[in-house]
């Protein structure tokens, strides 16, 4: 029996692209290539696109997410397992 720690190594790549000094964009894909079951070495591709204006932030997701700790652009976040789009509203006061 495999518990959470035993999913093995993974890989991700990120590529972000900022329009200053309000849109960006990212694409990226989380790969679990080391996990002992080869059924679970899935990929996990996420496009972002987004809008930032002073300290409030909208974000659109379309892709595959785990659950876990996700960080992008130096703000980290607590997310659910998620498949398909998602739509993300941030603001800091």
């Known amino acids: 029996m495999h518990t959470e720690q035993d999913r093995g190594s993974w890989a991700l790549l990120l590529l972000e692209y900022s329009i200053a000094p309000q849109w960006f964009v990212a694409v990226q894909d989380a790969y679990n290539y080391g996990n002992p079951d080869p059924d679970l070495q899935i990929h996990y591709p996420l496009v972002s696109f987004g809008y930032t204006r002073g300290t409030t932030k909208v974000q659109v997701n379309y892709g595959r997410q785990q ?4 960080c992008v652009g130096g703000i ?3 997310v659910p397992a998620s498949n398909g789009f998602s739509l993300l509203l941030t603001s800091n006061f």
């Open 76 to 78: 980290c976040r607590v």
């Open 67 to 70: 659950q876990g700790v996700f």
